[in-house]
Each structure stands twice: as C-alpha cells, then as structure tokens.
C-alpha cells in the first residue's frame, strides 16, 4: 500500500493545521551517530532544596519568599518576557514594531523538588489542571489579554533551568505564530466543512489506528501524521471544546490521566526522566465566539536515538523544512509497546 | 524616540521576509541563569585525522575513499535525507504525503582538519564559493530540481558531527517552506513597488547605520531589525542579483572576504570557535525568471551571554512566537565593536 511505500522513500508530509510541510527521511535512521551526546537527564533525589527558587518557604531572587505552600502554587514570574507599560509602535512597508503587553506566570506543580508529572498521583494532576483552568478563565477575562499560552519546559535539554516540577503561563495582547497559523487553518476547515478540523482528524485516526499511543475516556493521546519531533505527540479531547473552561470535572480528571500516562510512557522508553517542550493550545480570549477551535495540548521531545542522542533542529531544518528520521507510524509503535508494558 | 523606546520594552518586530512576527523582551536579559551550560566549543588541533571520515585519502562508512583532495571536494552524502526513487502521494483534506526526491551533497571546504572557514585565506574560501556557484548552476539545471538549499552546521552545538569544515547541498523537488515564504513575500512587494524587498531594506539600513556590521565593496553584513537569534546576522548583496550564478569574479572574492570577515568576528566575541547553522537563500531552479528574488545568507548562531550559555527555542517559541532577551541593535553594537578592534 501507499503507507508502506512511505516506510521506505523520503516523502513530504503536510501538516493542515498549521499549512506548512515537513521532511521524512525514514531510511536516514540508520546513519551512525558521532555528534553531540547530552548528559542524561535526571530527576532530583531529594523533596526539598534550600538553594531551590520555587521549593515552599525559599527566597526568590527578588527577596520575596514563597509561602509554604502545599499543592500547586502560582505567582508572577520575577523577570517577566513581557511588561505592562510603555506603549510604542511604528509601522511602514519593511520596519515594524508593537509594543506587546502581557502577563507570565510560574505555576509551581507540587511542593515536592524531587516529582515530575510523570511521577504525581492522578489526584494532584488534577489541582494541576485545575489551576490551568483558573488562570485561563481569569487572564482571559481581562480586556488586555487575547491569548494565555501554558507550556511546560521539562529538563535541562529544553532550558529548563529548575528541575523543580513547574510551568509556565505567558498571556498576550496578541495572538502568537503558532496559535494564529492553526486558528486560520481551523476556520477554514470549519467554514467547508460546519465541523472542527481536529474532530474530524481524530475520527479518522481512530478508525485507521495506526498512530493512536492512549485512549482515555474522553481524550486521545497520538502522534500527528505530521508530527516534527520524534516523539512529538498530541492530546487531543474526543468532545469538541474550544477551550479548558468547557472541560466537566470529570473530563479534568480524565486528562490528568491522560497526562500522566503519557509522561509515564515518555519516561520508560529510554528509561530516563523524559525532556520535553509541552503546551496547550486553545480559543483566544478575544470575547469572540471560536467555534473553529478543538482543544489540544502539543508535546516536543527532542530525544532521537536514546537518552543522550537528540535530533537536532538545525541547518536544513532552519533554512529549508522541518526534517525526521523515523517516520510517525514507527514513533507511535515503539511509544505503544512502552505503554502496553505498564498496563 | 520611539528606538530607544524599544531598548526598554516587550515588543513585536515583524519580519517582511517571512511574514512572521517575533517578541523582543530587552530587559530579560538581566535574569541571572541557572540552566544548562555547553561545552565550549573548540577546534581540532589536528590538521589530519586518520578516524576523520571527511579527510584526504581516508575511508567512508559505505567503504569509498575519499581522494587525495587539495583543495575543495564535494561527494554526495553517504546517508541522504533524499532519494530520487519511489513515486508515492496521497491527499485529501487531512492527510496529504507525497515523495520528495533530491539529491544530498558534502561539500569539504579544506583538506586541513583543523580549520574552520574564519581561519581559512580569501582565496581559499572563494574556492568554496566558486563549487557552490557550480552546484547551485548543475544541480539546478536538472529538471526534477526545484530548489538548492545550501548550508552549514558549524559546531558541535548544532549537531555537526565532525569539526572538518565542510557544509552541505540538499536539493529538492519542491521549494522549501522557508525560502517559499521568502518568495511570496518577495513577490508581493516586488508587484507593489517595482524594485526587490531585500534592496530597499538594505537602502534604508545604511541610511540609518544602526544595525549594519560589515560593509565591503559588493555585500553588506547586518543583524536584521527582525533578528531571532541573539546574534543572527545576514549577508545581503548591494546589487541585485537572484543567485550566485549572476556573480562576477570580482563579486564572488569579495562574497568571501565578507565571509571570512563575519565569522571571524563570530569567533571573536566570545574567545570560541563560533557555532552557528547559516545558509544561502537565492531563487528557485524552477526554470523561471525570478526578478523579485535577492541573493542573501542567513547565519544562525545559538549562543546568548557567553562561550557556553545559549538562547533556547523551547516552549513560547515553539508553542507561540519566536522571543529574543537582546534588541538587535545591540548585538549589532557588540559584534561591530569586535570586528573594529581585528582592523
Ligand atoms: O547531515 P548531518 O550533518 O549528519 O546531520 C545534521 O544536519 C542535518 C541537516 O540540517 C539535520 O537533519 C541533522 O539533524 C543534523 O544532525
Ligand atoms: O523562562 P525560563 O524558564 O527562564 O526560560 C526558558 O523558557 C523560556 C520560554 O520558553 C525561553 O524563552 C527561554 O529561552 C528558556 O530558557
């Protein structure tokens, strides 16, 4: 068939979220590599450290201590991306410039140093999404504010620079790229098609379940037909909601469990505390109705080959196309194969 | 004014290149970093390997040796990303894959190991620019070539695999997704006003002086007002030519001398052997004429605040947009310091 031919040849792939591309170069997997290793990355042995910034009780660097917080605790991230002052803009053909007003936010997963998502009961998750929720809806309300954007940066390897279990929340006066790229492609396919784009795609998924990683009750972990990163995956919610304040208690729940299984998978497939860049995609805050929208949350891993051997996004991929080296249909394999053996 | 205005607030840029946006956040600079560090990168103390697979006279991993080459030598690439077989495609709404053929190439820029292209004499360097003028007109004169992306990782840090200064040559079936952003922009601004994108700018910049680090007699070095990386530079040509091919002689060696002036200046700020991904965007070889084409190359360097602490594209910038700590004006600054105190 068509897919088996894909195996073997290098092909394009496009991705019709965001319109754009990608390279797969299955039969590249092979080469040897002679490159760069990375340290493997570690968890901290201990539950509490005195020179930690986010641990409960600690000094942070702008003298402020955190309260001796118990669950998930959230604050104004000390030296902020964005401010909330001086307006300036200019515009012609070839120099433009905005200013960019926002919010970042550090929301603190636990009070424990040494967890990861991965490693939570199902039950903190939960206050974990919780809290997302929260802050969606209360950044969102305000006026300035058209997009909350929650990521997590997991591991040195991604810049993290804490290994205390954390995320991010950076609210803007605009739209980002990537956000902007998927709401045009969403709305197009809603006007043909009086359906979310997503909806339908996970539909399809699930009948050729070639790529499906875990299903939960109501969400669906896979790695997209045109994913980029080698493990890259998507949660995708079977329930078309724009955003996380549509999410019933028990659909929180659920996608605690699907959190943590897919950081569990993540973990045990080169046995190492799995770095990734993770976050969710969802409606603007723009007071406008976003019926195009299907609520998602996106997973970059960098890992390749093992624990210490990354692909690295470089040369071709900045200049030219995105570029992998095994195709998604393999990722997904080896990704189900991990997830069968802790069930 | 409203630049200065800048240095001290988050702000978008727009790039008219590309049509994507990216946020400036100056005062971020400041936060003390905890995260990862790199090697330092250095260079090979050798000027022959005998484990080196790129040097004169040595064995390949297929099993070729390469010849006793003495000054440039291309071969092609032993694991390509691209192949020219199997025709394959599908495509619906969703789900699109078509087979890409190409033809990937290894461009050894010196016998000598131990050098990189900063080290290496304008005559030399303008070797390699005459075999890429070459390459760009073979390749790009076969009928299934569209595009010629030619590039380098410099560098450990951008996964090169081996120090032996070399870059590569993939060319595809299809433009790539960069330079076909570059190209309708390009053409837009081309129908509007007559006169390339690319010539304008570089018009306006020297005018202003604000970003501009290098000017020869032919080409001129700047940071874009629309840089991401904190020290990304481009090389744009002062007369309007759409690839290499339309270069003089004169041209090609002051095209060197520039480019031994950039990375030499690279290697300078921070006492390293400079790692960056760069590579030349010119027009398609789609057989058609391409007057709104501007010849340039990009270089895409990682570091941010020293020889071992990098800027890392992680969660806002994949999930959202593009964020830089530094303007580009003073990175522009602090590269034109460097290269003054070499003249
Ligand atoms: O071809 P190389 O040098 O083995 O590989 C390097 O450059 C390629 C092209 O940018 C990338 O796809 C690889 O991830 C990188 O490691
Ligand atoms: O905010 P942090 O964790 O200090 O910084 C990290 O995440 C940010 C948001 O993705 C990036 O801009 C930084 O490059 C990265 O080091």
Redesign the pocket.
Known sequence: TNVTKLNTTSHRRYNPLTGEWLLVSPHRAK?PWQ?KTEKKEGKSPVQYDPGCYLCPGNERVGGVANPDYKEVYVFDNDFPALLSDVQVSFEDDLFTAKSEQGICRVVCFSPDHGLTLSQMAIDDIKKVVDIWVEQYMELGARSEIKYVQIFENRGEMMGCSNPHPHGQIWATENVPNEPAKEMVMQQQYFERHGRTLLGDYLNRELQKNERIVIETDHFVVLVPFWAVWPFETMIVSKRTISHMGEMSEEEREDFARALRQITQTYDGLFEVSFPYSSGIHQAPTDGKEHPEWHFHMHFYPPLLRSATVK???????MLGTP?RDITPEESAQRLITIYQSFQ
């Open positions: 080469r490159g692909k690295f996004m470089v040369g071709f991929e570029q």
